[in-house]
């Protein structure tokens, strides 16, 4: 799983849901008690609230581990790309490839994006959904609200997770993810999941966890929404800037581009 910096996140994505503006810091319970009035307001049922941040409770280790992660992609591409594309990862994206053969055609007639990029996003990210994250996304992004640096992003994002349970598209118990709340098989914050999410498969929910048809829809939603056309995506074209929204890091971006490169033998 690909551990994005905060300095990667996918801040324009914010920009749709309300502001929030429960005092940070101080008793985590009296935050979360303001926070979940504010939510309420916005629309979140009580019912949704309770279960989802009636017994939330602070998680040190997620704090510490954003703290440490200021180098991620400090490194340089060699050095990047040589931990994160190997045989074993193309040869297990080649074959999804051929699985979903096609899928992912539907998909690159309607977005535009093309199935090499979309799997190398998918495998960078979880291989192909075999590691998806086991933290509380709730608990994650509760303890990120209430921390101060970034109280703001955190409690959009907590909202949008809220909106996620409320619409149906995913039960409490699946809302789990990694250290900055990001969920599913292509790791989306929050509020990229209620902003890019397609439900591709028809069943009237977007899931992004169990559903590879709304995975690899919306990832290539996200794309296209930002900017993709049909055409070259190395370093340097607009295809790269609309990568951006996914992993500003320009090394990030470089290995998918790279690894795509590889999956169709270029």
Not at 74 to 103: D, P, W
Not at 196 to 210: A, E, I, T, W
Not at 231 to 250: I, K, L, Q
Request: proline fraction near 3%.
């Amino acid at each position: 799983m690909i551990a994005r910096t905060l300095a990667a996140l996918v801040l324009s994505s914010l920009l749709a849901l309300p502001a929030m503006a429960a005092q940070c810091g101080g008793d985590f319970h009296t935050f979360i008690a303001n926070f979940s009035r504010e939510a309420q307001a916005q629309g979140i049922s009580q019912a949704v609230l309770s279960q989802a941040l009636g017994n939330v409770t602070q998680d040190q280790a997620v704090l510490a581990f954003d703290r440490r992660q200021r180098g991620t992609f400090n490194k340089t591409f060699e050095q990047y790309v040589a931990t994160r594309v190997g045989a074993a990862r193309i040869k297990r994206a080649s074959a999804m490839m051929q699985r979903h053969a096609a899928l992912l055609s539907r998909i690159e007639q309607r977005f535009g994006v093309p199935p090499q990029i979309v799997v190398a996003i998918w495998t960078l990210e979880t291989d192909n959904g075999a590691d998806m994250g086991k933290l509380s996304v709730f608990r994650v992004l509760a303890t990120m609200a209430h921390d101060c640096r970034r109280t703001e992003l955190f409690q959009r994002e907590l909202l949008a997770a809220l909106q996620i349970v409320q619409r149906g598209d995913l039960p409490l118990g699946e809302m789990v993810g990694a250290y900055a709340g990001e969920i599913g098989q292509t790791q989306f914050l929050p509020s990229s999941y209620i902003k890019y999410g397609v439900d591709f498969d028809g069943n009237g929910h977007v899931d992004l966890r169990r559903s590879v048809p709304d995975v690899l829809a919306s990832t290539a939603n996200l794309l296209r929404t930002n900017g993709w056309k049909p055409g070259p995506y190395g370093e340097g074209t607009s295809n790269f800037e609309a990568m951006r929204e996914w992993n500003r890091a320009v090394v990030y971006r470089k290995t998918i581009a790279y690894f795509a490169d590889k999956l169709v033998g270029r």
